[in-house]
């Protein structure tokens, strides 16, 4: 954690003034934020892992530079002194962002929905000609990814606790890769996706967006990818009844809100056919592979814990079987 000593030493590199407080970030586990308050005003301050390398953060820097030329609301990185948009100090990687003021996503505010659809069309558009981007990784939500998840569950549940779920979870995915195979994903529209969409990593001002935040996930991918995470995590409704209080996801879509961002974001950058009709398959693919991962990551858990998050998993897959058609209708541009 950013100490107070750490962070009136990397303030000496600055001309910000004197530092009068600091709060750690409540948000992130990637690195090391720290709210601050100086003499001048009030800053974001925060110290890179190591793992990400100095590379990778003169691209993310690169790529929030370029995003500001074009009018995008991204943090501003402030340069230092010497002019550098970091300080290293002990082969650690500080950086100083002004901070922005606002309040969090309000799942009472629908028509924050419609503004995150218009503001991720900004991004996507923005970010279309961004030059030389980085190598593009292994896709994010490919259903024949999903394979080597349950694989590795099956040899690892010895006393087959999991049998069941696992076989129907086998079953599922080898319809998902019928739906969406991989030169389909691969022929959707890709582009460098932020790759983080979710509540936490967008600021808001009454309905509207006043920043997006967080750019460490950036990557070439499809651009449905943004989509796609942003509608799991805040297009949808209150849990029903026999939800799940130890899945993965909150609960299933809403169909209104889905409508609400969609429709935003085709307003300005409208979605081909190849992706309105892949967009079922990744949601479920989100879906599946989230429950499958949290399984993989607690090995030590009870049965019955695997089991109910193995079986959120299944009842999204079951909803999106109803609501399919719906979801399409939804995505479609009109």
């Given at each position: 954690m950013l100490t107070h000593d750490d962070i009136a030493r990397v303030?000496?590199?600055?001309?910000?003034?004197?530092?009068?407080?600091?709060?750690?970030?409540?948000?992130?586990a990637i690195n090391e934020t720290a709210f601050i308050e100086t003499t001048v005003g009030r800053f974001v301050i925060r110290r890179n892992r190591r793992q990400h390398g100095l590379q990778a953060v003169r691209l993310r820097h690169r790529l929030l530079e370029w995003l500001h030329q074009r009018g995008f609301p991204a943090p501003r990185v402030l340069p230092a002194r010497n002019g550098e948009p970091v300080v290293i100090l002990n082969d650690r990687v500080y950086e100083?962002?002004?901070f922005i003021i606002g309040d969090e996503f309000n799942p009472n505010r629908p028509?924050?929905?419609?503004?995150?659809?218009?503001?991720?069309?900004?991004?996507?558009r923005a970010v279309s000609d961004f030059p030389d981007p980085p190598p593009a990784p292994l896709p994010r939500y490919l259903p024949s990814s999903l394979g080597s998840l349950t694989e590795r569950l099956i040899t690892r549940d010895i006393l087959g606790d999991l049998?069941?779920?696992?076989h129907w979870y086998e079953r599922r995915i080898a319809e998902l890769r019928r739906q969406l195979r991989d030169e389909a994903y691969a022929a959707l529209p890709h582009l460098l996706i932020h790759g983080d969409i979710h509540r936490d990593n967008l600021i808001f001002r009454g309905d509207a967006v006043a920043a997006l935040i967080d750019y460490d996930q950036i990557g070439i991918d499809?651009?449905?990818?943004?989509?796609v995470d942003g509608l799991v995590d805040m297009a949808i409704g209150a849990p029903p009844p026999n939800w799940s209080m130890w899945g993965v996801y909150r609960a299933p879509l809403d169909i209104e809100?889905?409508?609400l961002l969609l429709s935003a974001y085709n307003a300005i950058a409208p979605l081909?056919?190849?992706?309105?009709?892949?967009?079922?398959?990744?949601?479920?693919?989100v879906w599946l592979q989230g429950n499958l991962r949290r399984v993989l990551s607690t090995p030590d858990a009870d049965p019955d814990y695997h089991l109910e998050l193995l079986g959120q998993g299944r009842w999204l897959s079951e909803w999106m079987d109803r609501y399919r058609e719906q979801v399409i209708a939804a995505a479609m541009v009109y």
């Open positions: 303030l000496a590199y600055y001309d910000v003034g004197e530092l009068r407080s600091s709060r750690p970030a409540s948000h992130g100083l962002s002004v028509r924050q929905l419609s503004d995150i659809g218009r503001v991720l069309a900004s991004y996507h049998t069941n779920a696992l499809a651009r449905l990818v943004d989509l809100r889905v409508k081909s056919t190849r992706e309105v009709n892949a967009l079922p398959a990744m949601l479920e693919t």
